[in-house]
């Protein structure tokens, strides 16, 4: 056989050899563990789908069987539709200990036809109350959409399909606590948060409505683990150094101008003693 036919074939091999391996990627039986709610969690599709349930009795959730010191982590969601209030959908990493590091995406179920909430949050070294909120451009209980959390030294920015709605950048410099110690795991879960979640906890879940039903699909983690790993991949362009660039820019600002209901560094009603030094930073920045 000539040398030709011999890489043809090499290359024909390694095609599929890729295919198989991004199949497999996406297994939630290889990727999750079950850790609350017994068969109110449900993999579905041979691995490529999980349906998490919440009834007045419990809720249910998984978590990564790994975990990672940075990453870029990727999940599609569909959320509960109708009568979704006092349910919470969360999607989030963290690590574990009192004095905990968290990046949070939660989704605030509502009243039918009224739009869900999407609640942020950074939390490091048990420290929280750095929530901002915003309101979808698109109905989440119809289709399935991609929600990404990058996590790498320089920033930590959210994404709702490839389009940056937050953006919280490490200035340890600046004596803001920056989570980059601890090792986490991917969580999500469906639970009751009928006490705070929809209008402050004004509008209880209707449990005639139960169950309620949130799914997961396509999860993925661009992840940096060991020192034998590399992080990252080759150039500027690969999410250890990702950062957003002048377009990104202007969809973030779209989207804080549009659909940002709460943002904390708005909020000096709240905190009475001054703003959080972050804030402060990005003001200055900004002037």
Not at 40 to 52: P, V, Y
Not at 76 to 100: C, F, H
Not at 241 to 266: A, H, P, T
């Amino acid at each position: 056989m000539g040398c030709s036919k011999i890489l043809i074939l090499v290359y024909i091999f390694s095609i599929f050899y890729f295919m198989w391996c991004l199949v497999l990627a996406g297994d939630f039986r290889k990727d999750v563990d079950i850790i609350w709610g017994g068969d109110k969690a449900k993999i579905l599709e041979n691995g490529r789908a999980i349906a998490l349930s919440l009834d007045k009795t419990s809720g249910s959730g998984f978590q990564s069987k790994a975990q990672f010191l940075f990453g870029k982590i990727s999940m599609d969601l569909k959320l509960v539709p109708g009568n979704s209030a006092g349910t919470v959908t969360s999607y989030y990493v963290a690590s574990k200990g009192a004095m905990w590091d968290e990046i949070d995406f939660e989704f605030l179920g509502n009243l039918s036809g009224d739009p869900y909430t999407v609640h942020t949050n950074v939390i490091t070294q048990g420290k929280g109350d750095r929530e901002q909120q915003f309101r979808l451009w698109f109905d989440p209980t119809i289709n399935f959409h991609t929600y990404s959390i990058l996590w790498n030294p320089r920033t930590i920015i959210f994404y709702v399909d490839g389009t940056p709605i937050r953006q919280f950048k490490n200035m340890k410099t600046k004596n803001v606590s920056y989570p980059e110690k601890q090792a986490m795991r991917v969580h999500s879960s469906l639970w009751d948060g009928d006490d705070w979640a929809t209008r402050g906890g004004l509008v209880k879940t209707d449990w005639s409505k139960a169950p309620f039903t949130a799914y997961y699909k396509n999860y993925e983690v661009q992840d940096c683990v060991g020192s034998n790993k590399t992080c990252g991949g080759d150039g500027s362009s690969s999410w250890i150094n990702e950062g957003i660039d002048d377009s990104g820019m202007k969809r973030l600002k779209w989207v804080q101008k549009n659909f940002m209901i709460y943002d904390y560094c708005n909020d000096p009603k709240r905190f009475r003693l001054g703003l959080a030094s972050e804030c402060v930073a990005n003001a200055m920045s900004m002037s």
